[in-house]
Every structure is written in structure tokens, then in C-alpha cells.
């Protein structure tokens, strides 16, 4: 099998030099991805242990495990780490880094240097974020709602802010990096009709790190001016208004439940075509669901705010404009559906982390449409119906693509398989994992079981005890990986440039790709998708 | 002249970083991605509009009356000052379209002195508000200095000056930035780094400059000029 | 390369020095201008002005000193995301806040 000339490792990206310098100066897209894996694997850890303290303390009704200030502090940071420093980056700051450019056929970003400068401001942001945990924690919540964070919190919420808001600058930077990349850095005949999907979701993201993180930037900035001097913009007590904080937070948190999934999305996407040998149904229609879905996200943030206190004009108005995100996330389920219909479907893991995101993703949003609707939001807001909501689309849609991304392009990022066969059962255990998790935590809701308490009434323990026990079998399903993965550097089997006969430029250089990409700019003259063109081969690889 | 055409092509060639095509693509990304900035820029300043906006609508009488504490000859003199300095920018940016680098270093040096006086203006200002207590925080005090109208709502007018504090602040913050950012080019600039095919930087950190301009443009109005009616 | 390098020489438009000195002295005119009606009382329209008055100078900024007039259509399209972009953030907030008073006081 392997022939002499292929142990002549030809040059790539992870061997052209060598040296902790080469790495942490380098500004080519694939090493600053391999940087954010490792940095972003690490939270993802860390926010996990803070979900498992929570589940371990739910596990009996009596607050016996922690105490109730360490339990606010246990689901603060964990929201804080998995929303801030792992979900918001992931897709586009690991998979999105690595691929965009190579989808696009240029040499790099077009802005190496501003891209490796979001990767130490991602660092900088999380050590800052890190240090307020560690000297104390925070007990605000993600949210950081005013005036408890402003005034009656004793934590350190201007550490974990001023966090955040470097962390921000970062994102701001990497999409800022993306639509230029898009705009500018095509390959000649690469149109926008021609454009993978992918490519568009992360330009659709990217429209919400531009526009929407500065204002969620200054209001953290404001909240920290606010207790320090005690400005009172947001302090009702020196004549401010709490809920003009819930707006300006709003703006952009909302949107960045989108900038979550939507990359999310491009991923299902191109995993979708592939696996049904098949052109994606209605390309057109999912590319300019996702500028929708970017768009439309930015007119319906006050649904958060039903019970805060707006006027019932605005809550109206707001719940109205959020039924219409529902319409470009359907095109796209229906659209993925499609592309699957007469297809021949392979099932390798990748394609189930796919299925998994399809189905999660569709419970998940429909659940949005019931928090949408006044009536129903007011009885169950600030339940565990709406942890259950957004965990399945952040965690049952965002990390599931995440992860199916990973398998995905990790052939391709190292050029060395992973094993398919333990892959397919952490596929299935994150799964099962998950609806265990998460899938009961809709019926405490809807009974009536208040989110972010760390006691609750005896009846709601057997459904308490499945979910922590569901969230075990969830950490089992993500530990595999991790292992696997490792393993793989070193005893994978060779991937070769393209493992899963797949359409897309990233596919038409070796695996890992040289330094520059390609060895000359290619030519575009087909369109996205060109399943009906590609060889008939069988995918070698899978089992 | 051809001698020195061929010079600047290869200062060109030596900016032309390894992932363009060609120079021209390398300008319109490097003033695209500028703009793309400056657009989240906008919404960096607009969370402190929508505030501004919120508390004008419902204490417009309390901004009515801090705004009267307002020195109105020295923020128009600001705003002159402001625009001058964006003359002197654009002239700069043109002089180095056109070739000219002494001239632009010493546009940019006028520009760099402008901006120098409006810092120097605001910190009078700036002075006077702290010595009469119209800091926001567990020292202000707030006074129409009119005994026949005496302050109608003091705790919205300090958040009005929380607003006139926070907004200006960070205006002032980006003329600091851009006084560093110019300097940097008027150093570059002597050292021959821009010529006629290559001045990108010129270019942007002028785009930048012009962006402050316009922020002050729209401050002045929100902060100094809300109505001369007195609010009571 | 060596076929690019006719291209490399490209230059931006270069307005005229005049062009600028009358940008220049519009601006200071609609500075004085802005002063002297706010020392007016016209009621409401006194924010209105200074907001036109605003206004028209930004574009004269933006159009001439920051070239917008001559720069690609994808630089148009980035200043008028911008402006919706500020303007949902503005409108829709307000929304709210002017829209309160409705339901507390039905008597209205």
C-alpha cells in the first residue's frame, strides 16, 4: 500500500518548521486554527466540569453538594465559558480558519496578522475571564443582568466582563477577517452561485460579529464603568433603567444564538451533499437563509424581555418579527431533507453527527416558536423548559456540528483517519447522551421547575437523576473523541488529499495542506456541489 | 522620472504581501477591511446612542438643564478645530496620492497639532465640569447656578452627564489613538515607506481620523445644543 | 508576477485641493449655522435642524473627505449596512420605551 514515494513526507503546513516560535508568530489561517482547537478544546472542558458539578449537586433535591452562592457561580461560569470562549468561536475560529480560505482557493486570510491577533485577544479575554474565577467567581449569571451585577453582587463581574469584552474584539476581528476573505480573496470563477455553503454561513455569521458585538462590548464596558463609579446608567436607584441594559444585551446575545448555529449550519450542509452524493436542494434558497436568519436575528431580541417589563406593544411586536426566523430555519431543514431524498447515503460518522444536528436542531427551534409566543412564554419563562430549549439548539445543534465538522475535515486538517468504528459509537452516545440530558428537562420545565436553583421539591428528582445520568453518558460521547482523535497522529491511517470523495477546493490540495495552500490559484468552472460530475467512487474509508 | 517611477514599484513590490495577487487587490481588501472597521465602530458608539436616546425621550427637561452647564464656545471651537484637522488629513492623503511625502508629513504634522488642541480644549472643559462636582458618582452635585430655577430632576441630569462622560471619553480615547496612529505615519513617512503605487496606510489611518471627525460631528449637537429654552 | 507589474501602478482618485477647501468652508458655515439657530427657540424643529444640520455635514465627510464618492459600490453597501444596522438598534428599542405609557394609562 504505502509506495516510497508517499513515506517521502511531502512539505505541509505542520512540518514546514518547527519550534514553540514558528507556532505562536505564525500567521497562516491553518496554524492559528490548530491554536484555537487547543485553546477552545480546554473550555470546553472546563465549562463541562462546571455542567457536571451542576448535574452531580441536581442529583438530589436537597442543596447538599455545593452551597447555593457556589451553585450560582457553578452555572454562571459555566454559561459564560461555553457561550463567550467555546461556542461563539468555535465553528468559525477552528473549522471556519481552516477551511474558508482553502474553500475560497486563496493563500490565506486576508488579514493574517489581524487573525492572529484574535487568537491572543481570544487568550488574553479568557485568562482575563479565567482570573475573576479563580480569585472568587461570578454569580451573575451569563447574562450579567442590572442591577444585581451593577449593585448587589459581591463577585468579581467587572473581571469577567472586561473579559468578555476582549474576548469581543476578538470576534470582531475574526469576522471582520471572514467578509473580506469572502469578498476579496476568491479564486477567478469562483462566484457567489458557486460559493460552498459553508462559506456563506460563515459570511452570514460573520454580519452578526461586525455588527452586533460592539454593542454588547460597550454595555459590558458600561456595566463595569457603572460599578466602579457608580454612573447609574443601568441602577434604578440613581434613576436608570435595568431594562435598557436587557436591550442593549439583547442585541446582540440573541443574534449570537445565530452566529452559534449558523456556521453550524454551513457544516450540515456540505456534510449532507457529500454523504447523498447529491447537489444540496434549492442551493440558492439555503445560501440566502442563512443572510436571513443573520438578518431576521437582530429584529426579535426583545422576546427575551416578555416578562421583564417592556410594554405589551413591544412584546407584540417582537413576538410577531420572531416567528419569522422560523421560516429561513425550516428552508434549510426541509432543504437538507431533500438533498438526502434518493440519494445514496453513506453513514459514516460524520453524516450521523448530521442526522443528530437535523433532529435536535428541528426540536430545538420548534421549542423556540412556543418561547416566541407570549402566552405560553409567560408560564414557562425562567424554567427548565428554556434550558432544555436552548441547550438543543446550542448543544443538540451547535456542538453536534461542531463535532460532525471535526470528523469531517480532521483528514484533512492532519491528514490521518480517525478510527471510524469508535467514532460511530461516540456519535451514538453523545445522541443518546444528549436526549437524556436534556430531553426530561422539558418536562421538569413544563411542570413548573425553576431554572438556576440548587434545591428543588422531591417530585422532580426522577427526572433530575435521568438527566444527570443522561449528562454522564454525554461525557463519555465527548471523552472518546478526544482520545481518539490523539491516537489517530500517530496511528491514523493516511487520509490522501480527498478521503471522502468530496466536491470543494479544500479537497483538491494534500492532506495537510502545504503552507500556501495551493500550489497554483485555482480555476473555478463548475458549480458548487458537482456531485453528478465527481468520479463514482466508493468512500474508501468507511467501514 | 522613470528611474524613480521604477524606485517606487519596488517599494511597492517589497509591500505586496505574499497572499495578494497584486497591488491593486491589496489596496481595495486593505480599505474594505478599513471600512468594515469603522462599521463596527458605528455600532461601538451606537449602544451609547441608544442609551443617549432612551434617557433624552424620557428626562428631556434633567438633559435640558445639564446641557446648560455646557461652555458652547469652546465645543464649537472643537468642532472647528475638528474640521481643520480633517482638511489638513485629506490634503494629507492626496499629497500622498500624488507623491508628495514632505508635503504630507507636514499636513499630517498640522494635522497631529489640531489634534493636540482639541484634546487641550476638552481638558479645559473637562476641568471645569470636575471642579464643579458634574462627575458622575457619589460626588456629584448639580446646581442651574439659577436661584429662581432651581435643578427639577439632579439624579437624571447626572445620568445625562454619566452619557456626556462615557461618550466623550471615548471620543477622546479615539482622538488619543489616532494622534499615535498619525504619528506613525509621519515617522514611516520620512522614512520613505509610502509612494504613489503604495499608501494604504495613509489612506486608512485618514479614513479613521475623518470617522472621529464625524463622531464629534454628531456629539456636539446631542450634548451642547439639546435647546437654549430653559428647562423650567 | 512579472505580468502584473504594468497593473501595480494603481493610483486612487485624486480630487482637487479646491474641492477640499470648499468642503471645508461648507462645514465651518453649517458649524456656525447649527450654533446660531440653537440660540433660537423654535420649539421641537431646534432638534430637528441641528440633526439635519448634522447630518449634512457627515455626508459631505463622509462622501469627499473619505472619498465614498469615488470608492468601489461594496464600500457604499458596508455605510449603508452600518446606518440600518444603528437604525434597528435605535428604532426597535424605542419600541419600547415609547410605547409604555400606552397600556398604564388607558384613559388616554
Not at chain 2, 78 to 90: D, G
Request: aromatic share 16%; net charge neutral; with cysteine.
Amino acid at each position: 500500500m504505502a509506495t516510497a514515494v508517499q513515506t517521502v513526507e511531502r512539505e505541509n503546513y505542520l512540518n514546514s518548521n518547527y519550534g514553540i516560535k514558528s507556532w505562536l508568530l505564525t500567521t497562516d489561517h491553518k496554524r492559528i486554527a490548530v491554536l484555537y482547537l487547543i485553546s477552545i478544546t480546554a473550555m470546553f472542558w472546563l465549562g463541562g466540569f462546571f455542567a457536571m458539578m451542576i448535574r452531580l449537586e441536581l442529583l438530589t433535591p436537597a442543596g447538599d453538594l455545593v452551597s447555593s452562592d457556589t451553585y450560582n457561580k457553578l452555572f454562571t461560569m459555566h454559561g459564560i465559558i461555553m457561550v463567550f470562549f467555546f461556542l461563539i468561536p468555535a465553528v468559525p475560529a477552528v473549522i471556519g480558519n481552516f477551511v474558508v480560505p482553502l474553500m475560497v482557493g486563496a493563500k490565506d486570510m486576508a488579514f493574517p496578522r489581524v487573525n492572529l491577533l484574535s487568537w491572543y485577544l481570544y487568550m488574553a479575554g479568557a485568562i482575563t475571564a479565567l482570573t475573576a474565577m479563580v480569585t472568587g467567581g461570578v454569580d451573575t449569571g451569563w447574562t450579567f443582568y442590572t442591577p444585581f451585577s451593577t449593585t448587589y453582587s459581591n463577585t468579581h463581574v467587572i473581571g469577567a466582563a472586561i473579559g468578555i469584552f476582549i474576548a469581543g474584539f476578538s470576534s470582531i476581528l475574526t469576522g471582520l477577517n471572514f467578509i473580506v476573505t469572502i469578498h476579496r480573496m476568491r479564486a477567478p470563477g469562483l462566484t457567489w452561485r458557486r460559493l460552498p455553503l459553508f462559506c456563506w454561513s460563515n459570511y452570514a455569521a460573520a454580519i452578526i460579529m461586525v455588527l452586533g458585538t460592539p454593542v454588547i462590548a460597550i454595555t459590558l464596558l458600561l456595566v463595569a464603568l457603572e460599578r466602579a463609579f457608580h454612573i447609574g446608567i443601568f441602577d434604578p436607584r440613581l434613576g436608570g433603567d435595568p431594562i435598557l441594559f436587557q436591550h442593549l444585551f439583547w442585541f446582540y446575545s440573541h443574534p449570537a444564538v445565530y452566529l452559534m448555529i449558523l456556521p453550524g449550519m454551513g457544516v450540515i450542509s456540505e456534510i449532507v451533499a457529500c454523504f447523498s452524493r447529491k447537489r444540496v436542494f434549492g442551493y440558492e434558497f439555503v445560501a440566502l437563509a442563512s443572510i436571513a436568519i443573520a438578518v431576521f436575528g437582530f429584529l426579535v431580541w426583545a422576546h427575551h424581555m416578555f416578562v421583564a417589563g417592556i410594554s405589551v406593544y413591544a412584546a407584540l411586536v417582537f413576538s410577531l418579527l420572531s416567528y419569522l426566523v422560523a421560516i429561513p430555519s425550516a428552508v434549510k431543514v426541509f432543504n437538507w431533507t431533500a438533498t438526502m431524498y434518493k440519494g445514496s447515503i453513506s453513514y459514516n460518522t460524520p453524516m450521523l453527527y448530521a442526522f443528530g444536528f437535523i433532529g435536535l436542531f428541528t426540536v430545538g427551534g420548534l421549542t423556540g416558536i412556543f418561547l416566541a409566543s407570549l402566552g405560553i412564554d409567560v408560564h414557562v419563562h425562567d424554567t427548565y423548559f428554556v434550558i432544555a430549549h436552548f441547550h438543543y439548539v446550542m448543544v443538540g445543534g451547535g456542538v453536534m456540528a461542531y463535532m460532525a465538522g471535526l470528523h469531517f475535515w480532521w483528514p484533512k486538517m492532519t491528514g490521518k483517519m480517525y478510527p471510524e468504528a469508535w467514532a460511530k459509537l461516540s456519535a451514538l452516545l453523545v445522541f443518546v447522551g444528549f436526549n437524556t440530558t436534556f430531553f426530561p428537562q422539558f418536562i421538569l420545565g413544563y411542570m413548573g421547575s425553576p431554572r438556576r436553583y440548587h434545591a428543588y421539591p422531591p417530585e422532580f428528582q426522577v427526572l433530575n437523576v435521568l438527566s444527570t445520568a443522561g449528562a454522564s453518558i454525554l461525557a463519555v460521547g465527548y471523552v472518546l473523541p478526544m482520545i481518539y482523535f490523539l491516537w489517530s497522529l500517530r496511528y491514523g491511517k493516511d487520509a490522501g488529499p480527498n478521503p471522502w470523495n468530496a466536491t470543494g477546493l479544500e479537497w483538491m490540495t494534500s492532506s495537510p495542506p502545504p503552507t500556501h495552500n495551493f500550489d497554483e490559484t485555482p480555476v473555478v468552472t463548475w458549480e458548487a456541489y458537482d456531485y453528478e460530475h465527481q468520479p463514482q467512487e466508493e468512500i474508501t474509508v468507511g467501514h | 522620472m522613470a528611474t524613480s517611477d521604477i524606485g517606487d514599484i519596488q517599494v511597492a513590490e517589497r509591500a505586496l504581501q505574499h497572499h495578494f495577487a497584486d497591488m491593486e487587490q491589496q489596496r481595495d481588501t486593505s480599505s474594505f477591511g478599513m471600512w468594515m472597521f469603522l462599521l463596527t465602530e458605528i455600532m461601538f458608539f451606537g449602544g451609547l446612542f441608544c442609551a443617549y436616546l432612551v434617557y433624552r425621550a424620557s428626562y428631556y427637561h434633567a438633559f435640558v438643564e445639564g446641557s446648560q452647564k455646557m461652555n458652547i464656545t469652546l465645543g464649537a471651537t472643537n468642532t472647528a478645530v475638528l474640521i481643520c484637522s480633517s482638511l489638513t488629513m485629506a490634503l494629507g492623503v492626496r499629497a500622498a496620492q500624488m507623491g508628495k511625502p514632505k508635503l504630507m508629513v507636514i499636513l499630517l504634522l498640522i494635522t497631529i497639532v489640531f489634534g493636540f488642541g482639541f484634546l487641550g480644549i476638552k481638558a479645559v472643559e473637562y476641568h471645569e465640569h470636575w471642579v464643579n462636582h458634574e462627575f458622575p458618582g457619589p460626588s456629584f452635585h448639580f446646581e442651574t447656578g439659577d436661584p429662581a430655577h432651581p435643578a427639577t430632576d439632579p439624579q437624571h441630569t447626572e445620568i445625562y452627564f454619566s452619557l456626556y462622560w462615557a461618550m466623550t471619553g471615548l471620543h477622546a480615547l479615539h482622538m488619543v489613538i489616532g494622534i499615535g496612529l498619525v504619528a506613525w505615519l509621519v515617522i514611516a513617512g520620512l522614512m520613505g515607506a509610502y509612494t504613489p503605487h503604495y499608501y494604504n496606510p495613509v489612506e486608512n489611518v485618514g479614513l479613521y481620523w475623518h470617522f472621529v471627525d464625524l463622531v464629534w460631528i454628531y456629539l456636539f449637537p446631542m450634548l451642547y445644543l439639546i435647546s437654549k429654552k430653559h428647562g423650567g | 508576477m512579472a505580468e502584473h507589474k504594468e497593473e501595480t501602478g494603481s493610483v486612487g482618485h485624486i480630487a482637487p485641493a479646491k474641492l477640499y477647501v470648499a468642503i471645508w468652508a461648507i462645514l465651518m458655515a453649517l458649524t456656525l449655522t447649527t450654533v446660531l439657530v440653537s440660540m433660537v427657540d423654535i420649539g421641537p424643529m431646534n432638534v430637528v435642524v441641528a440633526l439635519v444640520i448634522a447630518t449634512i455635514k457627515g455626508t459631505l465627510v463622509v462622501l469627499f473627505f473619505m472619498h465614498l464618492r469615488y470608492s468601489p459600490k461594496l464600500t457604499m453597501a458596508t455605510v449603508i449596512a452600518a446606518m440600518f444596522w444603528l437604525f434597528l438598534l435605535l428604532s426597535l428599542t424605542m419600541t419600547d420605551y415609547l410605547t409604555r405609557a400606552w397600556s398604564t394609562s388607558p384613559g388616554h
